[in-house]
């Protein structure tokens, strides 16, 4: 059974670091692109960036660009989204998301979520 | 504001068909870039529910179906049932954005 489980909900105040993970399970975590997706709230979706595990080749939105990283760590089965310097407007439920295809054009298993809230 | 617009509600009765309407451009689903569907209940994770414009995975009833012609895409659900209220979210790739989401729908069953 695939799974993606994330880490737990985190409260933190602007200009602090945090590094939220993606522990998955039930396939090869190596061999597939995984995402990130933020959601506001009451907003809709967004796409963030996603990573291939095997090589670390990673794609960003440009929105987010240089705002945060992802990364992983292939002998965990882990991915991790990162920021260094936290924002109020940071604050979101991240979903990380496996990609469906090898062309990672859409996403077909989703972890539970992580509510990041930033506030001072 | 995405690029790809879709209603913000639609509501419809049980058993009714309803559509849900994914309007992008030349730049995205024009330019022959699959669609996808998600479906979301309030607090908890989307769910895959329509991939490359009609596929349906394991799992998901014949009542959703998905198309796409020129510039747009759209959903159908067809015997609307009370469990189907949800919010809804189409997804295509942007030559310029990169993969992005639809603005969101929100299905009502009255």
């Known amino acids: 059974e695939v799974q993606l489980v994330q880490s737990g909900a985190e409260v933190k105040k602007p200009g602090q670091s945090l590094k939220i993970s993606c522990q998955v399970s039930g396939y090869n975590f190596t061999n597939t692109w995984i995402g990130w997706v933020r959601q506001m709230p009451g907003k809709g979706l967004e796409w963030m960036g996603i990573i291939h595990p095997g090589d670390s080749d990673s794609r960003y939105s440009p929105s987010f660009q240089g705002q945060v990283t992802i990364s992983a760590d292939k002998s965990i089965n882990t991915a991790y989204f990162h920021w260094t310097t936290l924002k109020a407007s940071d604050t979101a439920i991240y979903y990380c998301?496996?990609?469906?295809?090898?062309?990672?054009?859409?996403?077909?298993?989703w972890g539970q979520g992580t509510l990041v809230t930033v506030s001072s | 504001q995405s690029v790809l617009t879709q209603p913000p509600s639609v509501s419809g009765a049980p058993g009714q068909r309803v559509t849900i309407s994914c309007a992008g451009s030349?730049?995205?689903?024009?330019?022959?870039?699959?669609v996808h569907w998600y479906q979301q209940f309030p607090g908890t994770a989307p769910k895959l529910l329509i991939f490359t414009n009609a596929k349906r995975p394991s799992g998901v009833p014949d009542r959703f179906s998905g198309s796409k012609s020129g510039t747009s895409a759209s959903l159908a659900i067809t015997g609307l049932q009370a469990e189907d209220e949800a919010d809804y979210f189409c997804?295509?790739?942007?030559?310029?954005?990169?993969?992005?989401f639809g603005t969101g729908t929100k299905v009502t069953v009255v």
């Open positions: 997804q295509s790739y942007d030559i310029t954005l990169g993969d992005v």
């Open positions: 998301a496996r990609a469906g295809s090898l062309e990672a054009d859409y996403f077909d298993y």
């Open positions: 030349s730049s995205n689903i024009g330019a022959g870039y699959g």
